[in-house]
């Protein structure tokens, strides 16, 4: 009897990791405030099956300079905060869509079959006075059938959520 308890302990504790890396996540798990940080998102699989074709991500106020890199296969798509335009210096103005806050940006058109990964990346600046924070990311996974909102934060609690948004510690600057 303890043999078979030990085991089922055991298999348990090996599909824990595997649920838990089944999330949505971040390459790197720290970015420096201050720097400017290549943000990797990981995208594990699709909707219960089905194939994802729309990655969104929204944008936190700490991050600033946003620069996606597009996929070959999927059309990119910027969501500008007009309404929140930053002064930008002359020299600097030239330089069109700088000067405007990145609300959101999205990947769509693409086809992720749920077998795959992938990733979508973006850069930006972490803003200096986030340090010690940890910074959430809220995503939108749309699938052929089916949508992912990785948007819920931590309890009060500490209990893990169940469709976590992806996060990043921000540490001190040097």
Same mark, same amino acid.
């Not at 824990?16 to 699989?45: C, D, M, N, W, Y």
């Not at 986030?130 to 009060?156: N, Y």
């Given at each position: ?8 302990? /055991?298999? +348990? ?5 595997? *649920?838990? !890396? ?7 798990? $720290?970015?420096? +405030? ?6 990797? /998102? ?7 099956? !089905?194939?994802? @074709?729309?990655?969104? *991500?929204?944008?936190?106020? #700490? /991050? ?13 798509? *910027? &969501? ?13 103005? +030239? ?15 693409? !086809? ?5 990964? &992938? #990733? %979508? ?12 924070? &940890?910074? %959430? ?14 948007? $819920? /934060?931590?309890?009060? @609690? ?17």
């Amino acid at each position: 009897m303890k043999a078979i308890l030990h085991g089922a302990l /055991l298999g +348990a504790a090996l599909l824990i990791p595997s *649920i838990a !890396s089944a999330h949505i996540t971040f390459e790197a798990k $720290e970015v420096t +405030a201050g720097g400017t940080q290549k943000f990797v /998102l990981r995208v594990p699989h699709g909707c219960a099956g !089905s194939p994802t @074709n729309e990655v969104r *991500i929204q944008i936190p106020a #700490e /991050l600033s300079g946003v620069k996606p890199q597009p996929k070959p296969g999927w059309t990119l798509s *910027i &969501d500008h905060a007009e309404h929140e335009a930053v002064a930008t210096p002359a020299s600097t103005a +030239a330089h069109a869509g700088h000067d405007t806050p990145v609300r959101e940006i999205a990947w769509s058109g693409g !086809s992720l079959q749920d077998a795959h990964y &992938d #990733e %979508f990346v973006f850069r930006a600046k972490v803003d200096a006075t986030a340090a010690g924070k &940890d910074l %959430f990311i809220p995503i939108v996974q749309k699938c052929e059938t089916g949508i992912e909102r990785w948007i $819920e /934060l931590p309890g009060a @609690n500490g209990a893990e959520p169940q469709s976590p948004a992806p996060s990043v510690k921000v540490v001190p600057g040097a």
